[in-house]
């Protein structure tokens, strides 16, 4: 399993491991967890390839980073 970071502001998608430090705790005003919101969301997803696709398709303009700290 992974958590999928959109970024809507910096039209990124990150990948994180479970037990990433960066991953937060709970939604905010602006970014979900396990929903969007106006700049976001955080996705726990499956490691299989159909789920990035998913993530990928729906948002082809966005590039797609590497968390530096987990290193996924």
């Known amino acids: ?3 999928i970071n959109i970024d809507k502001p910096t ?3 990150k990948m994180h ?3 990433c430090k960066y991953i937060v705790k ?6 979900g ?3 969007e919101l106006r700049d976001g ?5 499956d490691a299989s390839e ?4 998913f993530f990928y398709y729906s948002y082809p303009d966005f590039e797609r980073k590497r968390c530096n700290a987990c290193n996924h």
């Open 11 to 13: 039209k990124t998608i």
């Open 50 to 53: 159909v789920a990035q696709q």
């Open 1 to 3: 399993m992974f958590w």
């Open 33 to 35: 967890l396990e929903r």
């Open 41 to 45: 969301g955080w996705f726990l997803i």
């Open 26 to 31: 709970k939604e905010t005003k602006y970014k």
């Open 17 to 19: 491991q479970t037990d």
